[in-house]
């Protein structure tokens, strides 16, 4: 087990910095996941952490220990990459032992190694297949027991589970974080699913553009985004933004046609923010109901348990997660509310969170 310590780090391709920046703690045992759009800056920090990738600015600490100019294999870390990896002429067995034999560990105990992580996997009976021959997840496990037989203070994931299937990704999540409790090592794990990223972290780091967006719990990331960024990136479906502006006695929503009576704007008159209400928070109720806000049906999804009812509200797309018996048909006319205390503020100009917004008055319904 080992704590990491990211300080001021900075990345550069050539002239492209690509990491601006970025300081985070991860306590010994943790499961972290990094979670980002395609191209924030995820993998580069991860191989920066595991030593594959120069580090331009800044420092890394394992365990308190300056890691910069240290070698990937005396930094204690594994890596777990989305393609595996692994040697296709090799047997999972030699495939699993392959490191110790490198490193000079005798013959015998490196059978009972395979050995005791074979167990710990369920791939004791795979041991003398080739790769080709085995499935994705067996193939997976198979890149987890190269990466355990090391026995790491950090593990390192990169994505291990896109290219499976949905089913055997749910699966697989779970064994991960199994394992996690018993082995109880240090894990960074990235993803830009954020499905996986909500169930498997002990915290979520949420990047965007080289950046660190918000370091949190998943329960405090989805209840208090940081930013307008987090909050339409965590949640399915997205968060839902209104455009408002400040005015004298509070703030105006939908081009004036809805005013909120909040108090301590904190921002001149006339400024822009924008309001977010998560889809589960807005309730569908008969069109005319007084106070709701009139929106046209798009089309809606079936979800088994519920639906998703997507609507058209002043010419901007809206959603609503609804498990009640509605079934509302595309192109009539619904109510939406909601209740004051479930939206979120931002300042349209610079995205970040806005906690002066608190309603004074908490209205049952918009
Ligand atoms: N070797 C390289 N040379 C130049 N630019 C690079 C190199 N590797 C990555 N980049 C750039 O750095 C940025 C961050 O890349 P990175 O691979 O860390 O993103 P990511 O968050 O892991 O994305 P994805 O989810 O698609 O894997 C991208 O803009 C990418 O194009
Ligand atoms: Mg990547």
């Given at each position: 087990m080992a704590s990491i310590t990211i300080r001021d780090v900075t990345k550069s391709y050539a002239k492209m910095q690509v990491v601006h920046g970025v300081s985070l703690d991860f306590a010994s045992g943790e499961f972290v996941v990094i979670l980002g759009p395609s191209g924030c800056g995820k993998s580069t920090l991860l191989r920066m952490i595991a030593g594959l990738e120069d580090i331009s600015g800044g420092t890394?600490?394992?365990?308190?220990?300056?890691?910069?100019?240290?070698?990937?294999?005396?930094?204690?870390?594994?890596?777990?990459?989305?393609?595996?990896?692994?040697?296709?002429?090799?047997?999972?067995?030699?495939n699993i032992g392959y490191s110790l034999k490198v490193s000079g560990v005798p013959a015998a105990e490196r059978t009972q190694r395979i050995q005791a992580v074979a167990r710990t996997l369920e791939l004791e009976h795979l041991?003398?297949?080739?790769?080709?021959?085995?499935?994705?997840?067996?193939?997976?496990?198979?890149?987890?027991?190269?990466?355990?037989?090391?026995?790491?203070?950090?593990?390192?994931?990169?994505?291990?589970?896109?290219?499976?299937?949905?089913?055997?990704?749910?699966?697989?999540?779970?064994?991960?974080?199994?394992?996690?409790?018993?082995l109880a090592a240090t894990s960074v794990f990235v993803t830009h699913d954020q499905v996986e990223a909500m169930t498997l972290a002990d915290r979520l780091v949420v990047m965007n553009g080289g950046r660190v967006e918000q370091v949190g719990t998943p329960a405090e990331v989805y209840s208090r985004p940081a930013s307008r960024f987090v909050a339409t990136f965590v949640g399915a479906p997205a968060m839902n933004i209104l455009e408002g502006t400040v005015t004298l006695d509070g703030l105006s929503l939908l081009g004036d046609s809805r005013k909120l009576n909040v108090s301590r704007t904190g921002l001149p008159v006339g400024s822009k923010v924008a309001a977010g209400i998560r889809p589960e928070s807005v309730r569908l109720v008969a069109a005319g109901t007084p106070g709701a806000l009139e929106a046209t049906v798009d089309l809606v999804e079936e979800l088994g348990a519920g639906r998703v009812v997507y609507v058209d509200l002043d010419g901007a797309p809206f959603s609503v997660v609804t498990s009640e018996t509605v079934h509302p048909v595309p192109g009539s006319t619904v109510g939406l509310q909601f209740s004051e205390a479930d939206l979120h503020f931002f300042s349209s100009e610079t995205g970040s969170r806005l906690d002066v917004f608190k309603a004074s008055v908490p209205e049952p319904a918009l």
């Open positions: 890394i600490a394992i365990d308190g220990t300056v890691v910069n100019k240290l070698e990937p294999r005396e930094r204690g870390c594994a890596m777990v990459f989305q393609n595996y990896a692994l040697y296709p002429h090799m047997s999972v067995s030699q041991l003398d297949r080739k790769p080709m021959a085995l499935s994705g997840g067996q193939r997976q496990r198979v890149a987890m027991g190269r990466a355990m037989i090391r026995e790491p203070k950090v593990f390192l994931f990169d994505e291990p589970l896109s290219n499976l299937d949905a089913k055997l990704r749910v699966q697989m999540r779970s064994e991960i974080r199994k394992l996690h409790r018993r």
